[in-house]
């Protein structure tokens, strides 16, 4: 993989571990493919604080599907984002591990769109968090990996209110 975060694939290996041990203290732990679409339900019923135990037990059925890490890093944003929610700890940790698992998606993602898609999901990540320079930097490498449109004009309005300029 050529875009490396040493501090993320740290987190990334740390998070995988704290899913799986998570999943396990739960339960059994269902096929990751079902755990996933019931988690994927969830948040789009706007329940992402729900959605985050079925979405940690497909992680931790697989771990290898990039799929099971998106969807993880997505209902972890949200839930993270949640205005109702006043522990600001929990919502800067789950923060972190969506950032972590977005990280980790792009690395068991395939070469290619899958990358390009983990890393734009990354990238927004940054962004929400006002980490302005490593959101570009990582939309400049979703965009070496699958050049698509969608993620190019997010880049590209991202840079221009927030690149450096000389006027």
């Known amino acids: ?28 732990v269902r096929a990751a493919k079902q755990a996933r679409d019931a988690g994927e339900a ?7 604080d729900a959605a985050l135990k079925p979405l940690t037990g497909a ?7 990039p799929r ?55 990238a927004r990540l940054y962004a929400d968090r006002s980490e302005y320079r490593d959101a570009m930097e990582t939309y400049r490498a979703s965009l070496a990996a699958s050049d698509d449109s969608g993620v190019r004009e997010d880049y590209e309005a991202l840079r221009a209110e927030h690149g450096f300029r000389i006027l």
């Open 59 to 65: 992680v931790a059925a697989d771990p290898g599907d």
């Open 68 to 122: 099971n890490w998106l969807a993880y890093a997505r209902a972890a944003s949200t839930a993270a984002a949640n205005e109702e929610n006043k522990d600001y700890a929990a919502k800067n940790r789950l923060g972190r591990r969506a950032l972590a698992a977005a990280f980790r998606a792009y690395q068991r993602a395939a070469a290619g769109q899958p990358e390009g898609e983990a890393l734009a999901q990354l």
């Open 1 to 28: 993989k050529t875009f490396q975060r040493e501090g993320l694939a740290s987190d990334a290996v740390r998070l995988e571990a704290a899913l799986k041990d998570e999943a396990a203290a739960s339960g059994p």
């Open 42 to 48: 969830l948040l789009a019923n706007d329940k992402a």
